[in-house]
């Protein structure tokens, strides 16, 4: 195999920014591993211990990416907290790595005030409800908060992921409790969006999942006064947003909460509704320190980024997006035996999407030009993202001088912030799921993805799909321009963003029952 860097490595291998793998040592009988005792799968991490709670989610992964852009890295965002101190602990672009199951959430002094309002606020408290939320903010600092849950109970988690140009990529998982988390944020006019996104989305996501399993088996009594029969509103849009005038809402009706376990099969609107509050909380926390930064940092309003989180749990995975990142599944079809079909799990949210375009034109009747030559104000092709605050609030255009304040900002937002989510159930049929920032799409079709992808596994079982994606960018992106790969890669990042964007790529292989199929021999 390959070693990352040598010299007999192609010249795009060398460069790829990102590059990690990571196979499960499973011996259950619910997945086939043929994996060598000891074998180094892309420089990945063995979990020896074969003591599992349940079958794992996926039965490997693999990620890589590469930078076309010129871009600094994080500078003094939240007075350094997020670029000294806390992505420098999670970042580990070349392997996994044991960490602490949620290592810096307690560290996050500037978010907890808003954090703890955001939870009361998107939950539609009651007083009742306050003084559990105050408990339990206050409680997920604690090393021991994690001991009670089901679904998050470990101390450690592997944990890989790194930048690549704007892009940010972002693995975490428990083997010994079957989960997955990952995350793919594609920044825009800087990084700063997608480096906070690396920073506080996980451990937003592990502490709404707490607060659920909390209320359902630690609060059966005192919340079934409060909540049963309740229907609370939860608003995606931002929290801010003074009466949610564009946003979308949905209604919930609560289920009594009773001491049970937590299952997926009862709770998949529950999980679906923390990932949305954990988005809402991390746009509301980027918001209110660009609001306090942006005197000093007026670019900061026009900083964003596209979100793409996928969480993987038994037999369920779980799919958010804000933007025009893309999670492909692949699964065999009955008609074609050994074809496997490419389904989108997300949404495209630019103004090329149809429903997307409508959608800005018809919030916005009293404004001639929303959309202006393609483009959002003039400005962006995106409809959702992270961010983007000068497209959201006037306040924010107005720090903006000259031809970057957008005129004629008669009602914002004009981006939106409301993800799109969605649930699956894996079969057997389902093979891999690849997940891509728009780089990758900017070349490939779904259909396309998913065949290099299936028949790289067929003739290289123990091979690295990711990094074979961005290969085949990379050479088809040559082929476009006329040069030759090592003419293109010697291109200094800032100037190839000419010919290819930055590119993040990771494939899940997916853990289902004693698959035949030829991505078994990848297992």
């Known amino acids: 195999m390959m070693m990352e860097g040598s010299d007999d490595a192609p010249i795009y291998a060398r460069e790829l ?16 591993s043929i994996v060598p005792e000891g074998y180094d799968f892309l420089n990945s991490t063995m979990i020896q211990d074969s003591c599992m709670k349940m079958s794992s989610s996926f039965s490997c992964l693999s990620g890589a990416a590469l930078s076309a852009n010129a871009t600094l890295a ?12 806390i992505l420098p602990n999670l970042d580990s672009p070349k392997s996994f790595r044991r960490m602490a199951s949620s290592p810096s959430l307690s560290r996050l002094d500037f978010t907890s005030s808003s954090s ?5 606020s998107l939950g539609g408290s009651t007083p009742k409800d306050k003084d559990f939320a105050e408990t339990l903010w206050k409680s997920t600092s604690a090393p021991t908060r994690t001991e009670s849950s089901t679904f998050l109970s470990t101390m450690e988690v592997q944990m890989a992921g790194g930048a690549a140009g704007e892009d ?8 010994e409790n079957g989960w997955l988390f990952c995350g793919i944020y594609d920044g825009f006019n800087g990084r700063d969006a997608a480096d906070f996104l690396a920073g506080t989305l996980y451990e937003n996501i592990c502490f709404y999942l707490h607060m659920l399993e909390w209320n359902k088996k630690k609060q059966p009594g005192s919340f079934k006064s409060t909540l049963e029969g309740e229907n609370v509103t939860l608003h995606i849009a931002l929290p801010d947003d003074p009466g949610h005038s564009n946003s979308e809402t949905e209604q919930a009706k609560l289920p009594n909460y009773v001491d049970e ?12 509704n923390c990932l949305n509050r954990a988005l809402a909380q991390a746009e509301g926390d980027f918001m209110c320190m660009v609001e306090q930064e942006m005197e000093d940092r007026p670019d900061l309003v026009s900083v964003g980024s596209c979100v793409l989180a996928i969480l993987l749990y038994g037999d369920h995975i779980y799919v958010q997006n804000l933007g025009d990142s893309r999670a492909i599944l692949a699964t065999s079809t009955i008609q074609e035996e050994g074809v496997l079909k490419a389904i989108q799990l997300t949404e495209t949210h630019t103004v090329d999407n149809e429903s997307e375009c409508n959608k800005v034109l018809a919030d916005h009747p009293d404004d001639p030009s929303p959309i202006i030559y393609g483009r959002v104000k003039g400005k962006l092709k995106l409809t959702r993202a992270f961010g983007v605050g000068y497209l959201k609030k006037s306040k924010m255009n107005d720090v903006l001088m000259g031809i970057l304040r957008v005129r ?32 990758l799409f900017d070349f490939f079709s779904n259909d396309e993805v998913v065949k290099l992808v299936h028949l790289f596994i067929q003739n290289n079982p123990s091979g690295d799909p990711a990094k074979h994606l961005v290969e085949q960018l990379v050479q088809r992106a040559a082929d476009n321009a006329g040069f030759s790969t090592e003419d293109l890669m010697s291109i200094p990042a800032g100037r190839r963003r000419k ?3 930055d590119v993040t790529v990771l494939v899940v292989i997916l853990g ?9 021999a990848y297992l």
């Open 261 to 272: 376990e937590f299952t997926q099969e009862n709770d998949s609107s529950d999980i679906i």
């Open 116 to 120: 703890y309002s955001s939870f009361t």
């Open 408 to 439: 004629n900002l008669c009602s914002p937002p004009y981006v939106y912030n409301h993800p799109f989510t969605m649930s699956h159930r894996v079969s057997d049929k389902d093979q891999f799921v690849v997940l891509g920032s728009d780089g």
């Open 168 to 175: 940010r990529v972002q693995a975490v998982c428990s083997e």
């Open 499 to 501: 010919y290819h964007d």
């Open 74 to 85: 994080n500078t003094n965002l939240c007075n350094g907290l997020i670029g000294e101190e």
């Open 512 to 520: 289902n029952k004693q698959r035949t199929s030829a991505a078994s």
């Open 17 to 32: 920014s990102v590059s990690f793998g990571y196979q499960c040592n499973v011996t259950g009988p619910s997945i086939l």
